[in-house]
């Protein structure tokens, strides 16, 4: 009997341990709206992929709107997000920082307001929309990321004020395809961020960037083959401010609209032009002349231009090259 028991007990464990690994394994994830996968949620899907997985897991996304504020933690790595289709694939949320956060009583502020947060490395999004729907009420951040090694491929990112936030110094991430729009520091942080062949668009007079780049990060924000774009009532934007000391924002081979302002930049305080790394190298278009740019930004040689290269930027803790670059 004693046996007997303990077989059963054995079969048990080993059907509860093939329970709990039903995802352990490079297969696809299906999300749907509609019931149709395995999900009907991306939170779902999220959950059970395991901690540090070695190898590459896709989270598939069907077209439809996922409301969620989503986190994906630190422990989880090699995931891709992948929606079915970019235009009509959408998760969105609408928080804002002037909404009040239960547990204290007061303003949520800004770094609460995420409608999705990227903890983890080695994390790609791709064909896919994150919308914070916030009404202009305050900063309303779409997309926070933390995790390094981060790679978003033909997303969409909209929101007003603060739709990007790249908030961790020792960050890399790459953007390729993309769309981003907002009004106020629509992309801010303190992360080096290559921006390649993206759509910038500013929905109101004020800044695109506000970087944050330390003093010992050599790069920050990299757009390079962009194009900018502002809505009709738009009459004066600055390519950016430093949200602290030492921002570093370069603009190369971009295409800049007439809405852009012939200073460029501002300071966001006076002290800051003695330090701001603000960079412009061969853009085109009407908001490109350079003959009134601030003094305290600096046009790049052709030869400095050369030695700016993705291998370049990205290789600091450790060599990394983005796929589909």
Request: charged share 20%.
């Amino acid at each position: 009997m004693k046996k007997l028991l303990t077989l059963i007990y054995a079969l048990l464990t080993m059907v509860s341990v093939q329970a709990a690994n039903t995802y352990d394994n490079p297969d696809t994830l299906v999300v749907a709206r509609d019931g149709t996968g395995q999900f009907r949620n991306i939170a779902e899907a999220i959950e059970v992929c395991r901690a540090f997985m070695e190898y590459h897991k896709v989270i598939f996304v069907k077209k439809g709107t996922y409301k969620e504020k989503l986190i994906i933690p630190q422990w989880l790595t090699h995931i891709e997000i992948c929606g079915e289709d970019r235009e009509n694939t959408i998760i969105t949320w609408d928080d804002h920082a002037n909404i009040i956060y239960p547990p204290t009583g007061k303003p949520m502020g800004t770094f609460r307001t995420f409608t999705l947060r990227i903890d983890g490395s080695y994390i790609t999004l791709k064909n896919i929309t994150v919308e914070n729907n916030a009404a202009r009420l305050g900063q309303a951040v779409a997309l926070f990321t933390v995790g390094d090694k981060l790679t978003f491929l033909n997303c969409r990112f909209l929101g007003h004020q603060d739709t990007v936030y790249t908030g961790n110094a020792h960050s890399r991430q790459y953007f390729k395809d993309c769309y981003i729009e907002g009004t106020t520091d629509f992309i801010f942080g303190p992360s080096t961020v290559w921006f390649e062949h993206c759509d910038i668009f500013c929905k109101a007079d004020s800044y695109i960037t506000a970087a944050s780049t330390p003093q010992d990060i050599p790069y920050g924000y990299i757009f390079n083959n962009c194009k900018v774009t502002a809505a009709e009532n738009v009459s004066k934007v600055y390519l950016g401010r430093p949200w602290r000391d030492y921002g570093y924002t370069l603009f190369m081979n971009c295409e800049l609209p007439r809405q852009i302002r012939p200073e460029g930049w501002h300071h966001w305080q006076k002290e800051r032009e003695k330090t701001a790394r603000y960079l412009e190298y061969n853009n085109y278009g009407e908001g490109a002349s350079t003959s009134q740019r601030v003094s305290w930004s600096r046009q790049l040689s052709k030869k400095e231009a050369q030695g700016i290269t993705i291998q370049q930027v990205f290789n600091t803790q450790d060599q990394w090259v983005p796929s589909n670059q």
